[in-house]
């Protein structure tokens, strides 16, 4: 996968007309972590941190996943945000 490409998805998602709500938002995120840096590391956050703990999740659910494959997915993802 071209570094370009998903470069150019991470853009596109700064400039969406509109707010594709919080579960897409989610998962963009936890594919950008994986694809740029690897696996989740460190502790999850505690009981009181819901959003720490729903974007550590989200990022943990896709450990073993490669970069290129994350990747691929973000680019898929923000596709079909961007019509």
């Known amino acids: 996968m071209a570094g370009t490409e998903f470069e150019q998805a991470v853009t596109a998602v700064g400039h969406l007309s509109q707010d594709p709500g919080n579960d897409t938002k ?16 460190g502790k999850r956050p505690g009981f009181l941190d819901l959003v720490g ?11 073993g996943t490669s970069t ?5 997915d973000y680019v898929a993802e923000v596709a079909k945000l961007t019509g």
């Not at 989610?26 to 590391?41: C, E, H, I, M, N």
């Open 26 to 41: 989610l998962r963009l995120y936890a594919l950008y972590k994986q694809a740029t840096s690897g696996d989740v590391t």
């Open 53 to 63: 703990r729903a974007k550590y999740d989200a990022w943990a659910a896709l450990s």
């Open 68 to 72: 290129a494959q994350a990747e691929a």
